[in-house]
């Protein structure tokens, strides 16, 4: 019986911590935008069509500013990407502050646009401090307050991790950031709004924001930047986004991304929270030799990260794969680089652990089917290769 | 599904030839290690008289080139003399699996060494081997073209990639004419490391990304 139910499901998809299927009602909302309301707004004085879609761009930058708190519609810069908005707010500050210091704070566990925005600086002279992690994935609250000199410019962390959904105490960090003359910006693109933010109540100066996370559409990013932070455009042109970020305004995807910020649920994020509880009991409960990637308080609802000991995890990932289940993994078979995971690298994991690694990350649309189906698979292949595998045999 | 495996890699990852152990077996070799993500443990029983490979078996830890590998490989090398499943190569393993992705290349390299290891020993262990060599530029060059670019699939001996080797002393300098920012150039360098690191009268090995 439980069989055919599950014959009814074609694909599950969990990995929703890479993107997320565009929600029916975000389209809808892009589409008039492409059918006719395809000017640009760059200036007011323009024709009827241009002033018309401006008066769309600010509804979206007045919604988006009103959900995350911000005091200002300038506060809100919409960018190509989340990595966009990431490149922005470090090359961006570091440029603009450079007479005041040349020194830089990140962690070793940052999205790949935060490391190598902040390795292109420090071949232009800039210093960075890369702050270690502890095994779940936390910063030393000490080694930040130490590494803080006269001349630091920028303190770049993430609020939730993309790999393992570890999540950082900013508000220890933010009080901390406050009392020094550096700016504070926070990549919250895979955090949001799991972790909803008020920027009233913060001293955050710049904030990543990523809509396709989300149920928004691919091809937009936002950042917030705090009035009166001194900040550099990078990509040169027009006057668009506060004179912050040249190029046509991609008015659907604009659209899009004020939709999503709108229509997400915060209901949906306990429901999300109780299949991922779901998924970590009965995978603890039901194979052996498993091991939790992250912590188990403050981590995202959506992340979960397991090593399962003794195989490969390109291997298990291609195996749910044939099953219709989309994981990633930590091992370095599946990266672009060939190296395993420096996430878990730095959060002290062994190559071996890192290797065995699978990310599974989940949304609103995943039921409880999924997950149960998602366990008998991987309770089979998990087996399977084990019995393939010359380590762990006694 | 569009995945960047033939079907034959997918039905010998699925369904692996030849996995298990051989009780008592003449030879028993471990090649990789699960730190560098592959690792694969060959057995192999020999007729000592015809010198015939009368069963092979494999266990492996790795992706899912590493495991296909390791099933046609053995496949191969099943009912062949000892000397016959020396010429066995890796690049007739993968064209007998159709080809693999230039990127899974060197994971089933790996298949390939842990067989050339195990007739190797086997070879020595009947004293059938000449005697043990001194490393010189020649078998530098030798190891090293097993080591692939990942970018290309092809080996960064046959690549030009190879500046300049020397050896002396037992210090080894590699200078490989890639960036030092090169996309797999952390991969390239742990390769090399690892062919030439067990050589007998090797002490250090330094591999340098001139280009």
């Known amino acids: 019986?439980?069989?055919?139910?599950?014959?009814?499901?074609?694909?599950?998809?969990?990995?929703?911590?890479?993107?997320?299927?565009?929600?029916?009602?975000?389209?809808?909302?892009?589409?008039?935008?492409?059918?006719?309301?395809?000017?640009?707004?760059?200036?007011?004085?323009?024709?009827?069509?241009?002033?018309?879609?401006?008066?769309?761009?600010?509804?979206?930058?007045?919604?988006?500013?009103?959900?995350?708190?911000?005091?200002?519609?300038?506060?809100?810069?919409?960018?190509?990407?989340?990595?966009?908005?990431?490149?922005?707010?470090?090359?961006?500050?570091?440029?603009?502050?450079?007479?005041?210091?040349?020194?830089?704070?990140?962690?070793?566990?940052?999205?790949?646009?935060?490391?190598?925005?902040?390795?292109?600086l420090e071949k232009e002279g800039f210093e960075v401090t890369y702050l270690s992690v502890d095994g779940k994935g936390n910063i030393d609250i000490e080694e930040l307050k130490r590494s803080i000199r006269t001349d630091t410019i920028l303190i770049t962390i993430q609020l939730g991790n993309h790999e393992t959904g570890t999540v950082q105490d900013i508000e220890q960090i933010q009080e901390i950031v406050a009392n020094t003359q550096a700016y504070l910006h926070v990549d919250s693109a895979v955090s949001f709004p799991y972790l909803p933010i008020d920027l009233r109540k913060t001293k955050i100066d710049l904030m990543t924001f990523s809509p396709h996370k989300f149920y928004g559409p691919k091809g937009i990013g936002v950042l917030f930047v705090r009035e009166g932070t001194k900040i550099a455009k990078i990509i040169d042109g027009g006057f668009n986004e506060n004179n912050l970020r040249a190029g046509t305004e991609n008015t659907p995807a604009i659209i899009g991304a004020k939709k999503a910020f709108e229509i997400f649920k915060q209901e949906d994020v306990s429901r999300i929270k109780s299949l991922k509880d779901l998924l970590r009991s009965r995978i603890e409960n039901e194979i052996k030799d498993v091991e939790l990637n992250g912590a188990l308080d403050n981590s995202l609802p959506h992340i979960l990260n397991y090593t399962f000991k003794f195989v490969e995890g390109e291997s298990i990932a291609l195996r749910l794969d044939f099953e219709g289940i989309a994981v990633t993994t930590g091992s370095a078979c599946y990266s672009k680089n060939l190296q395993a995971s420096y996430i878990l690298l730095a959060m002290g994991k062994s190559h071996e652990q890192a290797h065995g690694s699978i990310r599974f990350s989940l949304s609103k649309y995943n039921n409880e089917d999924e997950i149960n189906l998602t366990v008998l698979k991987l309770k089979e292949i998990i087996e399977d290769l084990r019995k393939l595998s010359p380590l762990g045999k006694e | 599904m569009p995945t960047p495996y033939t079907k034959l890699v997918i039905e010998h990852f699925k369904n692996p030839h030849n996995v298990g152990e051989i009780e008592s077996p003449d030879v028993k070799v471990t090649e990789g290690s699960p730190a560098c993500g592959d690792m694969l443990t060959l057995y192999l029983k020999v007729d000592p008289d015809t010198r015939k490979?009368?069963?092979?078996?494999?266990?492996?830890?790795?992706?899912?080139?590493?495991?296909?590998?390791?099933?046609?490989?053995?496949?191969?090398?099943?009912?062949?003399?000892?000397?016959e499943a020396t010429q066995i190569t890796w690049k007739e393993a993968a064209e007998a699996l159709g080809g693999l992705p230039p990127v899974k290349v060197h994971c089933s390299v790996l298949a390939a060494d842990a067989l050339h290891s195990a007739l190797e020993i086997y070879l020595e262990k009947n004293n059938l081997l000449k005697e043990k060599k001194t490393t010189t530029i020649e078998v530098i060059f030798q190891k090293l073209s097993h080591v692939i670019n990942p970018m290309t699939g092809i080996d960064i001996v046959k690549s030009k990639l190879i500046k300049s080797v020397t050896v002396d002393n037992g210090v080894i300098i590699i200078e490989v004419d890639l960036a030092e920012d090169f996309q797999f150039a952390g991969n390239i360098r742990e390769e090399i490391i690892e062919r030439v690191e067990y050589l007998w009268d090797v002490k250090e090995i330094r591999v340098e990304f001139i280009g």
């Open chain 1, 1 to 120: 019986m439980r069989k055919k139910n599950w014959d009814m499901i074609d694909r599950i998809y969990l990995d929703s911590a890479a993107s997320t299927k565009t929600d029916p009602e975000v389209i809808e909302e892009m589409i008039p935008y492409f059918r006719e309301l395809y000017a640009i707004p760059t200036s007011q004085f323009s024709h009827s069509f241009g002033i018309e879609v401006q008066d769309a761009i600010f509804g979206a930058r007045k919604l988006i500013k009103e959900q995350i708190g911000a005091s200002n519609e300038e506060e809100i810069v919409f960018t190509g990407s989340g990595t966009e908005a990431n490149n922005l707010a470090i090359k961006g500050t570091a440029q603009a502050n450079r007479s005041k210091g040349m020194h830089l704070i990140t962690t070793k566990v940052e999205h790949l646009s935060v490391l190598e925005s902040v390795r292109k």
């Open chain 2, 53 to 83: 490979i009368v069963d092979i078996k494999f266990r492996s830890y790795g992706c899912a080139s590493n495991i296909a590998t390791g099933s046609i490989i053995t496949d191969l090398a099943k009912g062949k003399t000892v000397e």
